[in-house]
């Protein structure tokens, strides 16, 4: 997808083949569909966006919606729908027309396959193909249960000289986890942190967000308390990717807030799976943890994967001028407890 080749994916009732249109260009849509009959797939979410999507299909963001092919959307008009950043250059799109999805499986899952390539989910999309993926292939690409330790090692850091870190992959996937273990086991539950990757934050300092703060403070209660695990999760975005989130930034410096600028990319609020979190304490061999986290979701999805909650720890730190409005978004819209 990331290179610009079509992809073929079965589904239950059929086989859809997509060109993703980030990565298309109008000589690669003509030799993929010379007819100019493909129709265009989009997610609820960005569908709703363009007033093309009812109001079942928008309570789904992630889920598939397809405009049908006319005349007038060709490479051009099918960029300016996919991608938000052309919203005020051409705000009257259309008109289009939203019709049934075929083999809506498969076409679910290659808007999941666009978040995991880190593109925007958006496809010229044509029925049939040949040497098609499974959606079970999709399905392992992403199943927690095959993460494994690939190494473990001994890692000194500022704030605590004997701590350990352990390294999680699975045989497919580019980016590996890690947690970091500081202390060592004393008989009482951890206090964890999940902290999925920010790169603007942990590494830039960015004001937007609270990630870097978070990490630091999340370290030195480690240390503090004398046992504790901080998982780091790659997980960029909410688990968009890093090009995702940062066209994410430029939809907020518009006037969107961090819920509505994901949604207005075609993505679900939160893409991110908290199960490879719990797989990691499964591998650490702790089952009963005290979470550091604001956020009731990730306290539900480790006890659904069989880790306890024995204590959820608050984690609010003060807010700037910069991400008042980020933290505001995250405790009204998206349940924070802060």
């Known amino acids: 997808m990331r290179r610009g080749w079509p992809v073929a994916i079965a589904g239950a009732n059929g086989v859809l083949t997509l060109l993703a249109i980030e990565s298309a260009d109008p000589v690669r849509l003509a030799s993929f569909d ?32 397809l405009v049908a092919r006319a005349p007038w959307l060709d490479f051009a008009a099918a960029t300016a729908l996919a991608d938000p950043q052309f919203d005020l250059a051409t705000p009257m799109k259309g008109p289009f027309r939203a019709i049934a999805v075929p083999v809506a499986d498969a076409a679910a899952a290659a808007l999941r396959l666009a978040r995991i390539a880190g593109i925007l989910p958006a496809f010229f999309l044509i029925e049939g193909g040949a040497n098609a993926l499974s959606i079970a292939d999709v399905d392992a690409h992403e199943d927690a249960g095959r993460l494994g330790i690939a190494t473990r090692a001994r890692l000194p850091i500022a704030h605590a000289e004997d701590a350990e870190i352990v390294a999680f992959r699975t045989p497919e996937a580019a980016g590996e986890h890690v947690a970091l273990l500081i202390g060592a086991p004393d008989g009482r539950p951890p206090l964890v942190r999940l902290h999925s990757e920010c790169l603007t934050g942990d590494v830039l300092g960015s004001l937007k967000c609270d990630c870097g703060p978070q ?22 975005g909410r688990g968009i990717g890093l090009v995702n989130k940062l066209r994410a930034y430029a939809l907020q410096d518009q006037g969107f807030d961090t819920v509505d600028a994901n949604t207005r990319l075609g993505f679900a609020v ?9 797989r990691m ?9 005290r979470l550091l986290t604001n956020n009731p979701a990730k ?13 959820r720890v608050p984690h609010a730190l003060p807010a700037n001028a910069h991400n008042a409005r980020y933290l505001a978004t995250k405790r009204d819209r998206t349940g924070h407890q802060l």
């Not at 999805?301 to 024995?310: D, M, R």
């Open 34 to 65: 010379a007819e100019a009959g493909a129709g265009v797939l989009l997610s609820a979410g960005r569908a709703a966006t363009l007033k093309l999507a009812n109001q079942r299909e928008a309570a789904v963001p992630d889920a598939p919606v």
């Open 215 to 236: 990490l630091d403070a999340a370290l030195a209660a480690m240390v503090a308390d004398g046992w504790g695990i901080l998982l780091y999760l790659r997980q960029e």
């Open 270 to 278: 939160d893409a991110r799976d908290f199960g490879v979190a719990a």
């Open 281 to 289: 304490l499964t591998l650490l061999k702790q089952d009963r943890i």
């Open 299 to 311: 306290v539900a999805a480790l006890e659904a994967a069989g880790v306890e909650v024995v204590e």
